[in-house]
């Protein structure tokens, strides 16, 4: 079975940078998509980034493409998301998730079939 597990949260100051990875295994990485959703508490979950591995595209949520950037690390079976200028309002914890069908298709959780159990960030002012 698929298994992620997203790392890397932790408690910074606004205006800090971060990065988070998701660590995958049970498939084969490159031919697959990772996503990044994050929920912050009494909020639904939202989409932040998605990465198709195989060719490189990347795909953000129009209100956080300025601030954050997804991308393979140097050992390409890891998705990071790095993220810059960091704002109280970025507090959530981060998912990393990958879509059934292989391929970024949109924000919707729904189109997810597998899941890490992701990682706390806390941005204080």
């Known amino acids: 079975d698929v298994q992620l597990q997203a790392s890397g949260g932790g408690l910074v100051q606004a205006g800090e940078s971060l990065t988070l990875s998701c660590a995958a295994s049970?498939?084969?990485?490159?031919?697959?998509?990772i996503g990044w959703f994050r929920q912050a508490p009494g909020k639904e979950r939202e989409g932040v980034a998605c990465l198709s591995v195989s060719d490189n595209n990347s795909y953000y949520t129009r209100s956080m493409k300025a601030r954050f950037t997804i991308s393979t690390d140097n050992a390409k079976d890891t998705v990071s998301l790095r993220m810059h200028s960091l704002r109280p309002e970025d507090t959530a914890v981060y998912y990393c998730a990958a879509p059934d069908s292989r391929s970024c298709s949109g924000a919707s959780a729904d189109q997810y079939a597998y899941w890490g159990q992701g990682t706390l960030v806390t941005v204080s002012s």
């Open positions: 049970g498939f084969t990485f490159d031919d697959y998509a």
